[in-house]
């Protein structure tokens, strides 16, 4: 079988195309810049965008329910997935750049994070009321911190403008 030039060039370009089109998938990869570059970090499951464009709206969340928000922003350990729990079971992965939303029955919970040695809180949490929080990681010479520490609405909503909604993988 004979194939002539333009035959193999139109070939050429299809797979060309299919190469450099993204692949639709419930994981998408966040980016993030490492030493000034921007790079591939880790694929975490994430939300489509609407829903993720209501959540950057910080409604109040039911009457019934408290809702929670956790940011996770910075390029600090971009390589490494942030596990996150509630009253340790595991609900999603975070990547740099990423945020959780999600409501939860009112009273004492417990919220956990693990990129390096983790970090857990113990709250009581009000229904009709939003929570923020951010996971805070840092890397000094040998040594790894991660806490989570509660933050303000208005840190929320800036921190917002920037990051993705990962999607809850049960709760």
């Known amino acids: 079988m004979k194939i002539s030039l333009p035959h193999s060039f139109s070939v050429f ?31 975490v499951p994430m939300a489509d965008d609407a829903d993720e464009m209501q959540a950057k709206e910080l409604h109040l969340p039911t009457a019934e329910k408290a809702k929670l928000y956790l940011v996770r922003s910075g390029f600090v350990a971009a390589q490494l997935p942030t596990r996150v729990s509630l009253d340790q079971k595991k609900i999603t992965t975070l990547a740099p750049d990423t945020f959780i939303a999600f409501e939860v029955s009112p009273g004492k919970h417990q919220l956990g994070s693990a990129t390096f040695g983790g970090d857990q809180i113990e709250r009581e949490f009000k229904a009709g009321v939003a929570y923020f929080y951010k996971v805070n990681l840092g890397i000094y010479f040998n040594q790894r911190n991660e806490h989570i520490s509660r933050i303000n609405k208005s840190e929320t909503q800036q921190l917002l403008a920037h990051l993705h909604l990962a999607k809850i993988d049960h709760e």
């Open 13 to 43: 370009i299809c797979l060309y195309c299919v190469s450099i089109v993204p692949v639709h998938s419930a994981n998408k990869t966040a980016s993030c810049k490492i030493f000034g570059s921007w790079r591939e970090c880790i694929s």
